[in-house]
């Protein structure tokens, strides 16, 4: 049976949603767990952290092309209430893109030393020294924003439980994938 998109969100921008979802949790367990640890960790881990760090890019990027080609499901709520998803959606994704720049910026190998490689083939490319700000600065900058990125995404998922649990709209609905006369109300 075809779905009726003006309940759920375009399937191309669920998959995306979930594919962030997963890629992202891979990469905080990678920069939370095995890259902080002792000695060589952090450089040893570099590598598949920044290839990580552009396959997020490459799915938000996609992901933003096809959320303006689409249009988000139509509900029966104030426009206050719609305002405050839309800005509160932005803000989700302006941190991110904010962490992924500043990531990028921080970057900066040992002197003498080649970029470390993409998934195991393409050279990182350098980032221009933008402002007074060194590398080592951004970095700083790009750990500090990571904590902010979290707080927004609890707070987003909790927002998202509570439409499930509570509420009972077809919030969550809109967003996963199951088969619109079996799945639940939520
Ligand atoms: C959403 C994606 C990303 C997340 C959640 C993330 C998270 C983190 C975290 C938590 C740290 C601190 C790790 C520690 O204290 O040892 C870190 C460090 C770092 N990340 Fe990311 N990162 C992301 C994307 C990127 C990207 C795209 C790049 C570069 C292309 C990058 C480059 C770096 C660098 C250079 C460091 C500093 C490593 C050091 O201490 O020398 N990150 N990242
Ligand atoms: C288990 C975790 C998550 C759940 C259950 C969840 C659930 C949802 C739901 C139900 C919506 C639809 C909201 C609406 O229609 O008003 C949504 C949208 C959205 N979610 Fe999540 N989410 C999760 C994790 C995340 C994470 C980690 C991020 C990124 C940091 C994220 C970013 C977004 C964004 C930007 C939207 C707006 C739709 C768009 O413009 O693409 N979500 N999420």
Redesign the pocket.
Known sequence: MRENPRLHWHFGIRLMHWLTVVA?AA??TI??GP??GPGMA??NW?PL??S???T??AIIVLRLCWRVCTRAPVRQTSRLSRFATAFFHVSLYVT?LA??IT??L??RPMPFMPPALLFGTLP?PLAPSVGALPARGF?LV??KL?WI?LGLAGVHILGALAHFVLLRDGVMRSMVFSRPNTASRG
Do not use: D, K, S
């Open positions: 992202l990469q905080v920069a939370f890259m902080n952090t450089m570099l952290h920044m990580i760090g552009a997020i890019f991110i962490v992924l990531g990028w921080g970057y990182v970095a790009h750990a990571v990125m």
